[in-house]
């Protein structure tokens, strides 16, 4: 099971000053709260990867970056798609 959970100001801030080319939009939690990944937004204009251990919004779809791959998660299904390439 998926969630997505709000971030506070203060928690925004300190993420936004190590992700100069992503905005934390929220928390990502999985497997009923045992995990949670920072969900970011990337820049417009920016290109780049997604940091391990956040989830990237991408429209209709999340890049989850995990230790040593990615993982796309469908926004309407929540399906989970491994081992993808993070373009």
Known sequence: MITILPITEQEQAMFQALYK???PIGWLRE??????HLLVKMKPGCKG????GTARDCGDHYILARYASYDKIDK?????TKDIEDR
């Open 21 to 23: 080319y992503h905005t």
């Open 31 to 36: 497997e009923g709260g045992k995990v949670s």
């Open 49 to 52: 990867w997604t940091p391990y």
């Open 76 to 80: 309407s299904t929540l399906a989970i």
